[in-house]
Nanobody
């Protein structure tokens, strides 16, 4: 079993920055694709950004140019640097990972974290 634990969420003013971290532990041989999803109140969970093991990245249009996803394979960790935050970025952010899929785009990976709250005030 794989456990994903997110950290780094909080309250920030519009225009500010936050850096989310996700650390994987447990029965890890190696993780392939990793990603960040978010879910705002009364909205569906949506893909924010994903990254392959080799570093290929994919972003939602709403965050392009503001968010950067990165990973450290030696630590089985993934990060999300969020700049120029907007109130509409307010959501619970979830770490997601898969041990087989090379990339996460249309289908989430098998493993989920419990989420971290990001609140952006106007």
């Amino acid at each position: 079993q794989v456990q994903l634990v997110e950290s780094g969420g909080g309250l920030v003013q519009a225009g500010g920055s936050l850096r989310l971290s996700c650390a994987a532990s447990g029965s890890i041989f190696r993780l392939n694709a990793m990603a960040w999803y978010r879910q705002a109140p009364e909205k569906q969970r949506e893909l924010v950004a994903s990254i392959s093991r080799s570093g290929y990245t994919n972003y939602a249009d709403s965050v392009k140019g503001r968010f950067t996803i990165s990973r450290d394979n030696t630590k089985n960790a993934v990060y999300l640097q969020m700049n120029n935050l907007k109130p509409e970025d307010t959501a619970v952010y979830y770490c997601n990972a898969d041990s087989l899929a090379p990339m996460i785009i249309a289908t989430p990976g098998d493993y989920w974290g419990r989420g971290t709250q990001v609140t952006v005030s106007s």
